[in-house]
């Protein structure tokens, strides 16, 4: 509609049936057959009575403190049934790794990322087998060190250009503060999109899906058939964020070969066959959404941490003062901002964003002398294992020297925890492909507005978590920014 100088852009009503039946053709999809664990004849190890785990896991927000306590008092294994299907929690590391990694090629994703299909489609997080394999080598040049440190100077830009709306003594909600940063980094590096201007939206949508729609996503294609109001809202998130992705996408096919992800997606061709667009449209929502909401929960818990330990906040500032002394940082000061990354390493030990994971083992495997069936799932928890009094000195309080190792440096073995205690980007040939960019991104955003700035929580703010698909901050993270 015209009307003289201003432009309204109306946009067609959201079909909500049309919205479901896609949802539900993609939750509905599996590239290889899902089996189902239903043998009688195998003994099964103790584990936590259904009462227990209808109150703590399914019903309310308690889930990540139920694993906590499955951890403790199952130190190796645990089954239970879970909507219907066996179900054994790996609690101790060397039952992870040997499932993990010893076995990660005979599993498949459990039920929760099957339901995250619906909005991701079949992209690299949810595929399986030879798809993914083919996804994982078309995508990975992206991911690069080369290009890494590319981005790497529009990560600093963009946050120079966000530090810029920051005000002394502005209240905000942190949590949305860092998810529009992340959003606009994720589409400039990787979309050469500018995203801002959609990021109130995708949040909006995003906080309708997670928290509202998360807890039912374990259920599976039946996610989308419960009668809850949480569905309706989500189908809207679904079109909504559907509708922003394939404008991405008809913009960037418009404006020709950029040079970016999104255009070497496009142009993807690999023994003759290239992306189809459905394919490029799945790719491309998998990497907006994983590749933003979890460095913005990584930001927002490191915020939060630093204000409510301001020895710690200190203790980083002298570093960022000396190493960079006012100026912005960039890659090759990686190394000289030891503090800087162990910050971020403790707030993603106690927050981990990706804070479950669950596998379904397509063949039996033996653990501990039990045999987890072919079929049976399998659940690991970040949340769980990151603080387990069992591998980690003081494991709950935040320590971010523990990362530091006697040289000075950072590193991740510093803390002495086996391996298998500490596994906040996956395993194997699942793990994030996008660990050495959220590291970069993370070091870059808190070297460079941890310079100038100390945010400080609101007083009386009762902060808890929320177990959705990320370890989400429930009413957000209220904060007042201060300048140093
Ligand atoms: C602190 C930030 C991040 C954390 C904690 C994190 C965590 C994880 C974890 C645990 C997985 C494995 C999931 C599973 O096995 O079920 C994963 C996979 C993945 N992540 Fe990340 N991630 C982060 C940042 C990013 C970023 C910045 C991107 C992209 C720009 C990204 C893209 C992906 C993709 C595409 C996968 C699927 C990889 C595959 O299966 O081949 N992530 N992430």
Same mark, same amino acid.
């Given at each position: ?67 906590? %306590? ?6 190796? *294994? ?6 219907? $299907?066996?179900?054994?929690?790996? #609690? ?35 595929? $399986? ?53 992340? *959003? ?26 997670? +928290? ?21 809202? /989500? ?18 096919? /418009?404006?020709?070969? #950029? ?18 667009? /459905? +394919? ?17 929960? #990584? ?13 710690? /906040? ?51 495997? %033996? ?10 799932? #399998? ?16 494991? *709950? ?19 002495? +925890? ?67």
């Amino acid at each position: 509609m015209q009307t003289g100088l201003v432009t309204f852009v109306v946009e067609p009503p959201i079909d909500l049936r049309e919205t479901s039946r896609v949802a539900l053709a993609r939750i509905s999809h599996s590239d290889v057959p899902i089996p189902k664990d239903r043998r009688r004849d195998v003994d099964r190890p103790p584990g936590p009575s259904g009462a227990r785990l209808l109150r703590r896991f399914i019903i309310g927000d308690q889930a990540p403190w139920f694993m906590v %306590e499955v951890e403790r008092d199952y130190p190796t *294994l645990a089954h239970f049934t879970l909507i219907g $299907e066996h179900t054994y929690a790996l #609690t101790s590391p060397d039952a992870i790794v040997d499932v993990y990694i010893g076995h990660g090629r005979e599993t498949m994703k459990g039920r929760g990322l099957q339901g995250t299909k619906a909005v991701l489609g079949n992209g690299l997080l949810t595929s $399986e087998g030879e798809v993914h394999l083919r996804n994982r080598r078309l995508v990975q040049p992206a991911f690069h060190r080369d290009r890494i440190a590319a981005y790497s100077r529009d990560m600093v830009d963009l946050t120079l250009a966000h530090e810029r709306n920051w005000q002394d003594g502005q209240a905000l909600d942190m949590q949305t503060d860092m998810a529009v940063l992340t *959003l606009t980094i994720v589409g400039r590096t990787l979309f050469g999109s500018d995203l801002a201007g959609d990021a109130h939206e995708i949040g909006n949508a995003l906080e309708s899906l997670l +928290q509202g729609m998360g807890r039912y996503l374990v259920l599976g294609p039946s996610a989308l058939r419960l009668p809850v109001p949480a569905r309706k809202r /989500a189908l809207r998130s679904f079109a909504r964020i559907d509708r922003i992705v394939d404008r991405v996408i008809d913009q960037h096919r /418009a404006q020709g070969d #950029t040079g970016d992800m999104l255009s070497m997606l496009i142009a993807a061709e690999e023994d003759g066959s290239g992306f189809t667009d /459905a +394919q490029v449209r799945d790719e491309a929502m998998t990497l907006i959404l994983a590749g933003h909401e979890t460095t913005a929960m #990584t930001m927002t818990w490191t915020w939060m941490l630093l204000a409510q330990h301001p020895h710690v /906040a200190e203790w980083l500032h002298d570093e960022l003062d000396c190493v960079l002394g006012g100026r912005a940082p960039s890659m090759d000061d990686l190394a000289s901002l030891p503090r800087t990354r162990a910050v971020i390493a403790e707030a993603i030990r106690l927050y981990p964003p990706a804070w479950i994971q669950g596998r379904r083992v397509l063949a039996d495997v %033996e653990v501990a002398g039990w045999t987890i069936p072919a079929g049976a799932i #399998t659940l690991i928890s970040q949340f769980a294992l990151h603080r387990s009094p069992r591998w980690w000195e003081s494991s *709950l309080t935040f320590l971010p020297q523990r990362w530091i190792d006697a040289g000075g440096a950072f590193s991740e073995e510093a803390p002495g +925890q086996p391996r298998g205690a500490w596994f906040p980007f996956g395993w194997g040939n699942r793990r994030c492909i996008g660990e050495q960019f959220a590291w970069m991104e993370a070091t870059m955003i808190l070297a460079t507005l941890a310079q100038g700035w100390r945010p400080e929580l609101v007083p009386g703010s009762d902060i808890s978590v929320v177990p959705a698909v990320t370890l989400r901050s429930k009413g957000g993270m209220p904060m007042v920014l201060r300048r140093r």
